[in-house]
């Protein structure tokens, strides 16, 4: 109910039924909660859907919803880049309260409508394909990352005229060798801690695959120290590109796919660690969703764990064999939305807090960046404005480590924080050069790395 302190409780999406791409009832649905958040305003701050939906209703002939064209809406859908964070944090109206509003859900639910009709535009399509771009890009990684560099200036704005991709936001650079590659299978255990007191596998996702195995890597040397047995496995993308972009039946055959595959693992008693929170939340919790009734998807729900997450279990019940030491120049820590759309607490920051003499500064905004949302031409100034509170904090705290749980936010924000720098740099001190992954700071802490 209103003002309760329980978490909000989500309905299965109801994608295969005719009447969930109904636009009649897609506009009444939308109309109904437009309503409801207009009257409410408490997520005017979140991102930028709601700025955008209270100025098409302040700027209306009454200053209400009921002048308001529905052919307007579709702005508001599109800045929502799904981190749930009205729904698992700000909105007072979620179920079990009788309005029943799941915002983000909505707004897929229009999108999903809008990609059965053939509306998804085809090089947003192609960037959600992100296993065969990671595949392709890796065999000639060196050309593929100069010619995806910010600071080129041939091919960049080639790009942004073809893909609509912003000239000016930094891309993810690719590796040639992908992290299953990388691997060890399985790595040596620490001889001082317990044998086999736990066995993982972890789900190496897209981004730590393709674009940043050091992260993968890092984890499995952590937990390799910890006495944990790990095996690395990926059938294949989470599908989250493809959430985003509304291609539903897409993503439920990615889910069972990787459920079926990940299955003999649990049953041999694997625990199942995902590297990025998004591709977490999608296991524990997107699918099952759009799956309710697949046991597959269930059991590997029931045995996720986000990586960090997984890490604080180990030092709570078992204790920390490799323990790490301190780590210098303190850490700004930002906390990812689909970390904190799971619901289990701050992990990343309780992790980090194991190092001995932390200087932590925990940064609980917004980065702006939005998975591919914040990287399009009409997107990525309006990224670094919703971002610019969290690379604002870490600008001036000056600490030697800028962290985010999600790669993708920690490079938007020093993208930020370079714009802060150049603005004012008496306030704003140089950025690091890189963002790191947490469990990469605990790693390193760890002597592991």
């Known amino acids: 109910m209103e003002g309760g302190l329980g978490a909000p409780e989500r309905h299965p999406l109801d994608w295969k ?10 506009d009444a649905e939308l109309r109904r909660v437009f309503d409801i958040c207009h009257g409410c305003r408490l997520c005017f701050n979140l991102c930028d859907s709601f700025p955008r939906l209270f100025d098409l209703i302040d700027e209306s002939d009454s200053g209400e919803l009921d002048t308001v064209d529905s052919a307007d809406f579709k702005p508001v859908v599109d800045a929502c880049t799904l981190c749930d964070m009205c729904f698992m944090s700000t909105c007072p109206y979620t179920p079990p309260h009788e309005f029943q509003l799941d915002f ?59 893909a609509d991709v912003d000239r000016n936001a930094d891309l993810p650079k690719f590796h040639a060798k992908s992290f299953t590659a990388h691997a060890v299978h399985p790595p040596a255990r620490n001889a001082e801690a317990p044998a086999a007191a736990r066995k993982a596998v972890l789900y190496a996702t897209c981004f730590v695959n393709y674009n940043n195995p050091a992260i993968g ?8 120290a910890n006495g944990v047995e790990t095996e690395v496995v990926y059938p294949e993308c989470c599908g989250m590109p493809q959430l985003e972009q509304g291609d539903l039946e897409d993503v439920a055959r990615r889910a069972k796919n990787v459920a079926l595959t990940l299955k003999p693992w649990i049953e041999d008693g694997h625990d ?8 977490a939340l999608m296991l524990k919790f997107e699918w099952p969703l759009m799956l309710p009734d697949d046991p597959d998807i269930a059991l590997l729900a029931g045995v996720t764990r986000d990586v960090a997450e997984y890490i604080v279990d180990i030092a709570r019940n078992e204790g920390l064999v490799a323990e790490p030491k301190p780590l210098k120049g303190g850490v700004s820590l930002h906390l990812a939305c689909h970390a904190r759309a799971q619901n289990m607490g701050q992990k990343a920051a309780e992790m980090l807090r194991l190092i001995p003499e932390m200087d932590l500064k925990i940064i609980e905004r917004c980065s702006g960046h939005g998975g591919s949302w914040g990287i399009k031409k009409d997107n990525f100034e309006v990224a670094l404005k919703v971002g610019k509170n969290a690379a604002r904090t870490a600008g001036r705290e000056d600490k030697a480590h800028v962290a985010s749980e999600c790669p993708l936010a920690g490079v938007h924000m020093l993208q930020g924080m370079e714009r802060l720098h150049a603005e004012n740099p008496d306030t704003f001190k140089t950025p690091p050069s890189v963002a790191s992954h947490p469990i990469e700071l605990f790693a390193k802490a760890c002597g592991l790395i």
């Open 17 to 26: 039924s005719d009447s969930f791409y109904d636009t009649d009832a897609i």
């Open 272 to 279: 199942v660690i995902a590297l990025v929170p998004s591709c």
């Open 104 to 162: 983000p859900h909505l707004m897929l639910r229009y999108r999903a409508t809008e990609h059965k009709q053939g509306k998804t535009p085809f090089w947003d399509q192609q960037m959600t394909k992100t296993d065969r771009n990671g595949k392709l890009a890796g065999l000639v990684a060196p050309v593929a990352n100069w010619a995806t560099d910010r600071g080129n200036r041939i091919t960049r704005p080639i790009l942004e005229d073809i």
């Open 217 to 224: 890597t890092a984890t499995q040397a952590i937990l390799a």
